[in-house]
């Protein structure tokens, strides 16, 4: 197993800009999810899917969509990038099974937009 | 509301002293659960224990230990004889049980540098 799978490991965009950072797992798991890690904040929830075709909200959504139309791929897509969004994104998925509550990471990919 | 506090931004020791990482947790579920994650220098984050909040059995694994204590919402991590390898930002973070949502709140790190 490839486990979680993120490209790229490096973008950098010009404000405005769009863009698509793939993620991709292959241990059927039936929840995904996107997250920024930023200096001296921890990592923070954008987007997560319990399932193909099911998306929300995490804690800081705004400039980002996502969709699931398949259990092993969750794009993040930027619309019109803006410099607040240079961060270092993951990927995650996991098991729905109760109980189960371990996130399997990607390795991240390092967005810069100047 | 949930929140995790990881009061301790930077530690600095000498390979072969022991650690202690704190971590404090606020929830006001009954059913959660509780992790480490490790964030070497080459980036990657790395599980390293959960714990249930109905199993405050301290744990134990090589030179890693932690200590749970819902008395006071505390799920600290201690590096026993801390070696340079060990040298990474270390991450608590917490997730509540319920619903389909497996979201995690994570603390907002401590790094560890550990001196040869």
């Known amino acids: 197993n490839a486990g979680v799978t993120q490209t790229p490991k490096f973008q950098v965009l010009k404000t405005g800009q769009s863009m698509t950072l793939q993620c991709a797992q292959d241990m059927n798991h039936e929840y995904m999810s996107w997250y920024r890690q930023d200096p001296g904040m921890g990592l923070r929830l954008i987007h997560y899917s319990v399932g193909a075709g099911i998306t929300d909200q995490g804690e800081v959504p705004n400039g980002y969509n996502v969709s699931r139309s398949t259990t092993e791929d969750f794009p993040l897509r930027l619309l019109s990038a803006a410099p607040s969004q240079t961060s270092v994104y993951f990927c995650?998925?996991?098991?729905?099974?109760?109980?189960?509550?371990?996130?399997?990471f990607g390795p991240g990919t390092r967005l810069t937009v100047t | 509301a949930q929140k995790v506090t990881q009061a301790q931004t930077e530690i600095s020791v000498v390979e072969k002293e022991d650690v202690t990482l704190d971590c404090v947790y606020e929830?006001?579920?009954?059913?959660?659960?509780l992790f480490w994650y490790k964030q070497p220098p080459s980036g990657e984050l790395v599980f390293l224990i959960r714990?249930?909040?109905?199993?405050?059995q301290n744990e134990i694994s090589g030179r890693y230990s932690w200590n749970f204590q819902k008395s006071t919402s505390s799920f600290n991590f201690t590096i026993t004889a801390s070696q340079v390898v060990d040298s990474a930002v270390y991450f608590c973070?917490?997730?509540?049980?319920?619903?389909?949502?497996?979201?995690?709140?994570f603390g907002t790190g401590t790094l560890l540098a550990v001196q040869p």
């Open positions: 714990r249930n909040s109905f199993d405050e």
């Open positions: 929830t006001r579920d009954t059913t959660y659960y």
């Open positions: 995650a998925s996991s098991p729905r099974t109760s109980g189960s509550y371990e996130q399997y």
């Open positions: 973070a917490l997730a509540v049980y319920g619903g389909a949502t497996n979201k995690l709140i």
